[in-house]
T-cell receptor
Framework: KQEVTQIPAALSVPEGENLVLNCSFT??????LQWFRQDPGKGLTSLLL?????REQTSGRLNASLDKSSGRSTLYIAASQPGDSATYLC?????????FGTGTSLTVIP | ETGVTQTPRHLVMGMTNKKSLKCEQH?????MYWYKQSAKKPLELMFV???????ENNSVPSRFSPECPNSSHLFLHLHTLQPEDSALYLC???????????????FGPGTRLLVL
């Protein structure tokens, strides 16, 4: 069974800092990997989707990379802002199901 | 606005109560999902519906009973729940249930459930 791990579980950084969130998965047979953002008490919002054949995707200050063979993905956030404070979840799509990590709770301090 | 709505947003119920959660998607999708999100745990897939037929049931206790009357609406009927069932229940939809290469899911805001 696919297992998805996210490290660290929580992260606190000062505003303006660049940061990296990590996601690892145990089975490399995936269709794609997706990063979501979840605000407290809210649903999930999709940030970036990387197909299994791709190495990275970028959207604004966000850049996600994928190394399928090693089972790793990173989400890079440039010039962090207080509005980036949220929980970030990664999910892998095996074709039958999405498997989610437990998330990284990010706090950006003004 | 995600196009997926859920009601109620918050629910407190006793273990002997019967209640229902409602999800509606306005995206024209064919598949709908129920997830359970507990503290410190990954999202757990509960049920998957494709074109109103249940295609996945991940060993969910019978005290949770899903219903999909049409492709836009999904219900989760609750009865005789336990305190450990307290969690955020998320509904999602996608174009198809076969989660192919380009597929993504769109999530509702969730229902925060507390079982006393």
């Amino acid at each position: 069974k696919q297992e998805v791990t996210q490290i660290p579980a929580a992260l606190s950084v000062p505003e303006g800092e660049n940061l990296v969130l990590n996601c690892s998965f145990t089975d490399s047979a995936i269709y794609n990997l997706q990063w979501f953002r979840q605000d407290p008490g809210k649903g999930l919002t999709s940030l970036l989707l990387i197909q299994s054949s791709q190495r990275e995707q970028t959207s604004g200050r966000l850049n996600a990379s994928l190394d399928k063979s090693s089972g790793r993905s990173t989400l890079y956030i440039a010039a962090s802002q207080p509005g980036d404070s949220a929980t970030y979840l990664c999910a892998v799509n095996t074709g039958n199901q999405f498997y989610f990590g437990t998330g990284t709770s990010l706090t950006v301090i003004p | 606005e995600t196009g997926v709505t859920q009601t109620p947003r918050h629910l407190v119920m006793g273990m002997t109560n019967k209640k229902s959660l409602k999800c509606e998607q306005h995206l024209g999708h064919n598949a709908m999902y129920w997830y359970k999100q507990s503290a410190k745990k990954p999202l757990e897939l509960m049920f998957v519906y494709s074109l109103e037929e249940r295609v996945e049931n991940n060993s969910v206790p019978s005290r949770f009973s899903p219903e999909c009357p049409n492709s836009s609406h999904l219900f989760l009927h609750l009865h005789t729940l336990q305190p450990e069932d307290s969690a955020l229940y998320l509904c999602a939809s996608s174009q198809d249930a076969r989660t192919g290469a380009g597929e993504t899911q769109y999530f509702g805001p969730g229902t925060r459930l507390l079982v006393l």
